[in-house]
């Protein structure tokens, strides 16, 4: 139990230290120094990154070109952009670039503000020349001349892959996240000031192992994921204040509807598998912190007869996906190809999984996942992952959010069938998704939600086969756990080899790791290959992980 005003005074103290770091991060504009600024170089002001996309009008940005091509790349920083260029479908080999410099006196065939370049790569098909040269055209035409200042008070920030439509600074959206942590902050302190908390105590500590569990595997990933990907440590920072925000929330939502502040970990586990799915940086903090803010309010508003109806993280997603889907300019905040630069991601997943089910029953809802996206279906094999859900994005989501137990059905056949039901509605939404040429990622989100919302329906249908065959269906009881689990150990193990996905996978997006090079990543005689990087082909091989790291630490030695 908790004094009101002693809290009350916690959170106004919190929510004035969140309203001091907006105020002392918030971008000022300082005056120019005309004799300073004589000095300084031109440089491409903030804020003008959807015009220079706009510089492509004639060609298009994310369009599909002619010979299947599309420029859906940009990098963009204070000196200047590239365009880049590949083949629609999302391909990450880069065929071709239009790079635009500021333009210097004299120089002939560039526009008004800039000097072109286009470079086609060695091999590259014949169309690609032509459509660089148009998107070069395009410039020329739509080029007014004013894009670099020397009084810019602010340069633009590099930016890659942009999308088209305005992406606030870092410090814009480190600003507006703080200011809503400080409303949910400042709400909690009015309502315990004021009493509006009603009779229920205000606050209690609530550790459950169901939210500890999943906090502690979660933060294990991450782990593992930034030894390999040192650009994950640049988004947790953000990471860090979507907790705080959430906690903010959770507590303004408990004390505003009469509850009980439940002071645990249960936002955590929210945030993390959140970022986790898709992890949002600066420019999409708002989908972010909707996200957040629909799985917590789900835990308060949709909870018929008491139990969670949703996951909560997967309903955030699913709402964003949607989102998604209606305004196409919004940010995605897909890193699932980042996550396979660990190059033993999916093996870490299978093994934290196991110790997972061992103490709760629910790996009958990852089999019958497994089972369901494994099987091949008429029409569903281009979507790419009927070799099951081996694949870490994808496994992740049949380990994390479909067997959250606060929203699995009670009776074990219904937990089977509702994994069946999930890994079904991923590989559909997958295929929707990618046919009608949108981001499929919050795929993974909705089929989730729908093996969610049918989960009390396959209770009653289990409860029948039960009491009409009893015998049949006594094997999934939670006695026999070891024993599923020991299958889907060996149903995990046999897939990854029979699958052979992460050959696939590394073999397909070669120019992928080969860009982001990560630490120990061999370049061979013929660049990055499966021969060079066995670590990244060959399932199950922490052996040679081991070695890769005890040699680079030896290096780094001598």
């Known amino acids: 139990m908790f004094e009101r005003r002693s809290l009350a005074r916690v959170a106004l103290v919190l929510a004035v230290a969140a309203v001091g770091a907006a105020v002392a991060v918030a971008p000022r504009t300082a005056p120019v120094d005309p004799v300073l600024a004589a000095q300084r170089p031109p440089v491409i002001a903030a804020g003008e990154e959807k015009r220079l996309l706009g510089l492509l009008a004639d060609v298009g940005f994310e369009r599909e070109l002619q010979g299947g091509l599309t420029i859906d790349g940009a990098s963009i920083d204070a000196e200047g952009v590239v365009f880049s260029l590949r083949r629609a479908g ?16 004299g120089t002939a065939g560039g526009s008004a503000s800039f000097d072109l370049g286009v470079e086609v790569e060695a091999g590259a098909p014949a169309a690609v020349g032509a459509v660089l040269e148009r998107a070069a055209e395009s410039v020329r035409a739509h080029d007014g001349g004013d894009f670099y200042r020397v009084d810019a008070s602010a340069a633009v920030e590099p930016v890659q892959e942009v999308s088209v439509r305005w992406r606030p600074s870092p410090a814009r959206s480190y600003v507006a996240i703080l ?81 009980t502040w439940r002071i645990g970990v249960g936002p955590l586990p929210i945030v993390l598998s959140t970022n986790l799915l898709v992890l949002y940086g600066w420019a999409e903090w708002h989908d972010a912190l909707l996200a957040v803010s629909v799985a917590i309010a789900s835990r308060y508003l949709l909870r018929p007869g008491g139990r969670h109806l949703f996951n909560p993280s997967a309903l955030g997603l699913s709402v964003v996906g949607v989102l998604t889907l209606i305004f196409p ?24 999984g196991v110790l997972v089910q061992l103490r709760q029953p629910v790996v009958l809802a990852s089999l019958g996942a497994a089972l369901a996206m494994s099987i091949p279906l008429p029409g569903l094999n281009a979507v790419g992952f009927t070799d099951g859900p081996w694949w870490a994005p994808l496994l992740l989501v049949v380990l994390l959010l479909l067997t959250d137990p606060a929203t699995l059905p009670r009776r074990p056949l219904a937990r089977l069938l509702a994994g069946m039901l999930a890994g079904l509605g991923i590989a559909i939404s997958l295929k929707l998704l990618s046919s009608a040429g949108k981001p499929d990622f919050y795929g993974k989100a909705f089929g989730v939600t729908a093996g969610n919302l049918a989960a009390r329906h396959l209770d009653t249908v289990a409860l029948a086969v039960e009491q009409r065959w009893a015998r049949r269906v006594q094997g999934l009881q939670p006695r026999w756990n070891r024993a599923h689990v020991a299958t889907w150990a060996a149903l995990a193990v046999a897939g990854l080899y029979a699958s052979d996905v992460k050959r696939k996978h590394f073999r397909d997006d070669q120019p992928f790791y080969a860009e982001r090079h990560p630490p120990l990543l061999h370049d061979g005689p013929n660049g990055v290959s499966c021969a060079e990087n066995p670590l990244y082909c060959e399932p199950f091989r922490p052996d040679l992980e081991l070695a890769a790291w005890r040699e680079r630490q030896t290096s780094s030695e001598n």
């Open 90 to 105: 999302g391909d990450a080999q880069v065929l071709g670039r239009l790079r635009l410099s500021r333009k210097t006196s």
């Open 179 to 259: 200011g809503l942590t400080a409303l949910c902050w400042a709400v909690v302190a009015w309502a315990l000031f004021f009493g509006v908390a009603g009779a229920a105590p205000p606050a209690a500590f609530v550790l459950r192992p169901t939210h500890l569990l999943p906090a502690g595997v979660q933060s294990v990933i991450y782990g593992y994921w930034g030894l390999h990907w040192p650009g994950l440590w640049a988004h947790l920072p953000q990471v860090g204040l979507e907790i705080a925000f959430a906690y903010g929330f959770d507590a303004a939502l408990a004390l505003r509807r009469g509850q």
């Open 329 to 352: 300019e919004m940010e995605h905040g897909d890193r699932s190809h980042e996550m396979l630069l660990a190059p033993e991601m999916t093996e870490l997943m299978i093994g934290l």
